[in-house]
Structure formats: structure tokens, C-alpha cells
């Protein structure tokens, strides 16, 4: 196995090639928010949450770290000021969020508790991390679970037509991030 070595909040990580910066990093207790990391699930790149800064050379820059592999040399800062702030503008964007669950907890964490872009509409607190929608793909093999529409008026819906595909394992009601899951499952059949 070949290894490189890294730098990720000052520390000399050493890590397996291919790997991404998101597994070096926790590999070695160094805790990155995600929400739409899984460890069973193919990364995604889609809730932005585990930006983290990268420093090649003389440029600095920001990278999603759930999809970027590790390099020999590079230098990685996981909660600089840059990055929280966007972390922060985030968790804004999908407030108000659910009492409880991994958003709530990055609320608290990142100390948002108010919005700059809150709507009169009915929030659906849904992050769109997709998380349900990959796992019922790649774990079930189903597509009971998909995302509909575009824009801001994409959602996660069952696909009505394909309802039967649905094989009952309801690990989307747990792999929610934002509870609303729950909410949407609410029209699934009982478990024959
Ligand atoms: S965990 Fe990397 S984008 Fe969501």
C-alpha cells in the first residue's frame, strides 16, 4: 500500500494513497462536519459542509474534502475562519432546523441560531444531502426514493410509480439529517 504524508491542522498525517482528505483526517481523530458522508455510500460531494482550506505551494483554496484525495506535501486547515464562515451561511440556509440531529448539533456548534435568508414559506427543513436517495440506490439496489423537480423546488420524494421497489429496511428514516424523512415516509405502506 502506498502512503503520502500531509499536514492537516498542523499535524503530519500519514495516509493511503487515493484516500480522501475527509477519511486521513478523521483516520486520525480530526473531526470535519459533514452531512451527506456516509460510510457505506460512494462520496457525493453535495452538502458542502466538509470544506476544508488546502495549501499547494503558494495558493490557498477551498476544497470539498469528502472528494478530494490526498496529496504528498499538502497542507490542510480544517476550521479556519473562512471555512466556519461558510459552514455558518449553511446551516442559515437550512434553518430552521429540526430539536434534534446531526443539523441541529451543527447549529449549536457553529453558534447559528438565526437566519439572514429566511422566507415567509413553510421551511422543509430537508438539506437535500440526498443521503436516503444513495443509500436505497446503492445499498438496496431500489429506487423508492428519488429527488424531484428543479431548482428551489427540488425535493426528495417517493417515486410514486416505483412505490413497490420500496423493500421496507427503513434506513431512511434513521439516515435523515433533518428528520424529515419521517415526514415523507408517512404515505410508505405497512411492512407486509
Ligand atoms: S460531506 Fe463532503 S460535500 Fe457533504
Same mark, same amino acid.
Given at each position: 500500500?502506498?502512503?503520502?504524508?500531509?499536514?492537516i491542522?498542523?499535524? %503530519?498525517?500519514?495516509?493511503?494513497?487515493?484516500q480522501?482528505?475527509?477519511?486521513? /483526517?478523521?483516520?486520525?481523530?480530526?473531526?470535519?462536519?459533514?452531512?451527506?458522508?456516509?460510510?457505506?455510500?460512494?462520496?457525493?460531494?453535495?452538502?458542502?459542509?466538509?470544506?476544508?482550506?488546502?495549501?499547494?505551494?503558494?495558493?490557498?483554496?477551498?476544497?470539498?474534502?469528502?472528494?478530494?484525495?490526498?496529496? +504528498?506535501?499538502?497542507?490542510?486547515?480544517?476550521?479556519? %475562519?473562512?471555512?466556519?464562515?461558510?459552514? &455558518?451561511?449553511?446551516?442559515?440556509?437550512?434553518?430552521?432546523v /429540526?430539536? +434534534?440531529?446531526?443539523?441541529?448539533?451543527?447549529?449549536?456548534? $457553529?453558534?447559528?441560531?438565526?437566519?439572514?435568508?429566511?422566507?415567509?414559506?413553510?421551511?422543509?427543513?430537508?438539506?437535500?444531502?440526498?443521503?436516503?436517495? &444513495? $443509500?436505497?440506490?446503492?445499498?438496496?439496489?431500489?429506487?423508492?426514493?428519488?429527488?424531484?423537480?428543479?431548482?428551489?423546488?427540488?425535493?426528495? /420524494?417517493?417515486?410514486?410509480?416505483?412505490?413497490? %421497489?420500496?423493500?421496507?429496511?427503513?434506513?431512511? $428514516?434513521?439516515?435523515?439529517?433533518?428528520?424529515?424523512?419521517?415526514?415523507?415516509a408517512?404515505?410508505?405502506? %405497512?411492512?407486509?
Amino acid at each position: 500500500m502506498k502512503t503520502v504524508t500531509l499536514t492537516i491542522n498542523g499535524r %503530519e498525517v500519514t495516509a493511503r494513497e487515493g484516500q480522501s482528505v475527509l477519511d486521513a /483526517a478523521r483516520a486520525v481523530g480530526i473531526d470535519i462536519p459533514t452531512l451527506c458522508a456516509h460510510d457505506q455510500l460512494e462520496p457525493a460531494g453535495v452538502c458542502r459542509f466538509c470544506m476544508v482550506e488546502i495549501t499547494q505551494g503558494k495558493k490557498t483554496r477551498l476544497v470539498t474534502s469528502c472528494v478530494f484525495p490526498v496529496e +504528498s506535501g499538502l497542507v490542510v486547515q480544517t476550521e479556519t %475562519e473562512r471555512v466556519n464562515n461558510i459552514r &455558518r451561511m449553511l446551516i442559515e440556509l437550512l434553518l430552521p432546523v /429540526a430539536p +434534534s440531529g446531526p443539523l441541529n448539533a451543527l447549529a449549536k456548534r $457553529y453558534g447559528v441560531v438565526k437566519s439572514r435568508f429566511q422566507t415567509a414559506e413553510e421551511p422543509s427543513n430537508c438539506s437535500l444531502c440526498g443521503l436516503c436517495v &444513495r $443509500y436505497c440506490e446503492q445499498i438496496n439496489g431500489e429506487h423508492a426514493v428519488g429527488f424531484v423537480g428543479r431548482g428551489v423546488n427540488r425535493k426528495v /420524494a417517493l417515486t410514486a410509480d416505483k412505490g413497490d %421497489e420500496c423493500v421496507f429496511c427503513r434506513k431512511c $428514516y434513521s439516515i435523515c439529517n433533518s428528520g424529515r424523512f419521517v415526514e415523507i415516509a408517512e404515505v410508505f405502506p %405497512e411492512q407486509p
